[in-house]
């Protein structure tokens, strides 16, 4: 799945989940005290914390130490987009 993270005008990043390592993973459940899988749902009803494991996530590959407590951003500016996969074609059959 790919997501569209605008973090403000200047700061956006394009984040697929299927890349994200399981460390990364791992530190997101320390830091937010959650499942990696609830982390997503707190990020769907719009948890400041999930959003803020988001940014850190999003930045650790620029600044590998970032620490989650120097994370800062106005959360006003925050717009995620999730990027719907592409539907295969229906399959069927064909009488050519």
Do not use: H
């Amino acid at each position: 799945m790919l997501i569209k993270v605008q973090v403000t005008e200047d700061e956006k990043y394009d984040f697929d989940t299927s890349a994200l390592d399981v460390s990364e993973a791992e530190a997101v459940e320390r830091v937010c005290g959650c499942t990696y899988t609830e982390w997503w749902q707190q990020l769907e009803d719009g948890s400041a914390t999930a959003y803020k494991a988001l940014v850190w996530t999003l930045r650790k590959p620029e600044n590998p130490d970032l620490r989650f407590s120097e994370v800062k951003f106005p959360i006003g500016q925050l717009k995620i987009e999730i990027v719907p996969d592409p539907t295969p074609p229906p399959s069927g059959d064909t009488n050519d």
